[in-house]
């Protein structure tokens, strides 16, 4: 590959990368809704369509889910083989009238596309995608590739998981680059050197056989929806503490050296404020605000669902009430200990009267740390700086790739975790965006990335 002809090819191409960027968005490949399972699938084939456009060997891999979409090139023997990972299902788009344009139809606003999946995580991996098209026309990457883009990150699954396992001796590589993460600090590429992992379960809580008129009943009746808002609130106190009993045992704290080196990075409350435009920030407050966002496991509930919430009044004491709960967790703590712990915990809250089952939704991630002393992670640097003209940031995020655990068990190679997409995107938002600027920067950092590749 000459790398000054790929990175030209990548400039003139501005225009046709992003109309097949913004097909690729229009897909709503909603990995979470059962509904849109053809949709994922026409996401995959969009992707496996460019791959054989472009000269590479590529298949879906099928399973019980979404498939993954597996393309290579090993056109360059004796050179190291590059495994890029990405993912091209996307969050449930809701609540619809909050977008200020449909989250299907991307809609180019003061050099920003929006739509659903522009920055988690279609512009991460489209970038990289057009990047190679680039350095094939460029007489070919310096590097050897395989892609591995799934259609089941946002809601857990098992096709690239299972696939990894199956396979993983016939995958050797030398880097694995994980691209679906995001700049912590507007402007500044990182290299992610950490994952918090994640349990997401589902409390329903049942009493009466039956919804009840709360007249003839209430004072004698067991409500379920308050007992699920007691259990609620005793999980976690106004001080940010979950109150599982040994959540915490396992907890393992950044280095000294970690710590200081987030505090430099500059990242204030006020940033904080800004970015969720809530007048407070909480939490642990003895704890400084971005280890509570990256290493500090912790529990949120996500949606309630049960009784009467239409228009007007109605009456009821409901025969049943759920709530979606997720733990962050983070380096020692093991997922399967601390859900076990937390089912026997809420079930411990139910009241006289009413039953508490809890069960786990999709597999459980681990957290995941990621260093970056590596001859790939060092070229990756150089690669963002040329492009960016920042140094890297390396530092942690709060969120989950779940997959990662799988990628380190199954094929152990180095691993560098980035993305080009901004704070502020909107990720699982309401009008989610990607700085159109920043997605054609992605291309060139991945052309130049290849290229720094090729010298290792
Ligand atoms: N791209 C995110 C993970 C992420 C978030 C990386 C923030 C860097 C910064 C990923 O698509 C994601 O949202 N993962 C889910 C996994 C969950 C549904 C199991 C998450 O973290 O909620
Ligand atoms: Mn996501």
Request: proline share 8%; with cysteine; hydrophobic share 40%.
């Amino acid at each position: 590959m000459i790398l000054n002809q790929a990175l030209e090819i990548a400039r003139e191409s501005r225009p046709q990368a992003e109309a097949d960027y913004f097909d690729h968005l229009r897909i709503p490949s909603i990995s979470a809704l059962p509904q849109h399972a053809a949709d994922c699938r026409r996401a995959a084939e969009n992707l496996l369509r460019h791959f054989r456009r472009i000269g590479f060997d590529a298949s879906l891999v099928e399973g019980n889910g979404h498939p993954t979409v597996r393309a290579e090139w090993m056109g360059a023997p004796g050179k190291p083989v590059l495994t890029v990972y990405g993912h091209y299902d996307v969050q449930p788009p809701d609540p619809l009238e909050l977008w200020e344009s449909p989250p299907f139809q991307p809609t180019v606003r003061e050099g920003k596309v929006y739509a659903r999946g522009a920055a988690d995580s279609k512009g991460n991996h489209f970038a990289c995608l057009k990047a190679v098209e680039y350095a094939m026309a460029a007489g070919g990457p310096a590097v050897n590739l395989r892609f591995l883009i799934e259609g089941e990150e946002e809601g857990g699954g098992s096709v690239l998981p299972g696939f990894l396992e199956r396979e993983g001796p016939n995958l050797k590589t030398d880097f694995v680059l994980i691209d679906d993460g995001s700049f912590a600090v507007e402007g500044h590429p990182d290299l992610i050197t950490g994952l918090r992992g994640i349990v997401y379960t589902e409390v329903e809580v049942t009493g009466p056989a039956v919804d009840l008129h709360s007249g003839g009943f209430g004072g004698v009746a067991p409500n379920p929806f308050n007992t699920l808002a007691h259990l609620i609130a005793a999980l976690k106190d106004r001080a940010g503490h979950v109150k599982v009993p040994g959540f915490y045992d396992e907890v393992a704290r950044p280095s000294a050296a970690e710590l200081a080196s987030w505090e430099r990075l500059g990242i204030t409350e006020q940033h904080l404020l800004e970015e969720t435009g809530a007048p407070a920030l909480e939490g642990e407050l003895e704890y400084p605000v971005l280890e509570r966002r990256w290493a500090r496991p912790t529990l949120d509930v996500h949606g309630i669902r049960g009784g009467f919430t239409g228009e007007g009044t109605k009456t009821v004491i409901p025969a049943m009430a759920t709530a979606k709960i997720s733990m962050r967790l983070v380096p020692d703590q093991d997922p399967v200990k601390v859900y076990e712990s937390f089912a026997a915990f809420c079930q411990s809250l139910a009241t006289p009267g009413t039953r508490v089952a809890v069960r786990m939704i999709g597999p459980p991630a681990p957290p995941v740390l990621c260093g970056t002393d590596h001859a790939g992670a060092r070229a990756a640097a150089a690669a963002f700086e040329a492009v960016w003209g920042q140094p890297v940031g390396y530092l942690r995020t709060g969120g989950s790739i779940p997959v990662t655990i799988d990628f380190q068990r199954a094929l152990g190679a180095p691993m560098i975790i980035t993305g080009f997409n901004q704070p502020g995107a909107g990720a699982h938002s309401p009008n989610e965006h990607m700085t159109l600027e920043y997605f054609h920067r992605g291309t060139e950092f991945l052309i130049r990335y290849l290229d720094e590749l090729a010298r290792v």
